[in-house]
């Protein structure tokens, strides 16, 4: 089962990291504020920033939501602008393949 960790940009202009095993739904449970986090009930999510699928499984999409949390914003804000470089920043290895997804919700409709 294919799980995915994603980067949300907020109202507020922070950005929330999560994971899932469906984009989709979980992108409008945030912006309909019915679950989640705290974070994304304060401030509503503008769009899908980023988001990589991984094959791999939770274990390792839960490693990448929190490398991407220990971040600064500077390496946020590099990550967003470029998701590949996600690639090259982990030091993690990965049993299962490791997709990216970089913009909105349309990316996730054939992926």
């Given at each position: 089962?294919?799980?995915?960790?994603?980067m949300?940009?907020?109202e507020?202009?922070?950005?929330?990291?999560?994971?899932?095993?469906?984009?989709?739904?979980?992108?409008?449970?945030?912006?309909?504020?019915?679950?989640?986090?705290?974070?994304?009930?304060?401030?509503?999510?503008?769009?899908?920033?980023?988001?990589?699928?991984?094959e791999?499984?939770?274990?390792?999409?839960?490693?990448?939501?929190?490398?991407?949390?220990?971040?600064?914003?500077?390496?946020?804000?590099?990550?967003?602008?470029?998701?590949?470089?996600?690639?090259?920043?982990?030091?993690?290895?990965?049993?299962?393949?490791?997709?990216?997804?970089?913009?909105?919700?349309?990316?996730?409709?054939?992926?």
């Amino acid at each position: 089962m294919a799980v995915w960790v994603y980067m949300l940009e907020l109202e507020n202009g922070h950005y929330y990291t999560g994971w899932t095993t469906d984009p989709v739904r979980r992108f409008k449970e945030h912006v309909n504020r019915r679950k989640g986090a705290s974070a994304t009930r304060i401030s509503k999510p503008r769009h899908i920033a980023a988001c990589w699928k991984i094959e791999g499984g939770k274990s390792e999409a839960l490693r990448v939501e929190a490398y991407i949390k220990k971040q600064k914003r500077i390496e946020k804000e590099r990550i967003v602008a470029k998701p590949e470089a996600l690639l090259n920043s982990l030091k993690i290895s990965f049993e299962g393949s490791f997709s990216i997804y970089p913009g909105g919700i349309a990316d996730f409709k054939n992926g």
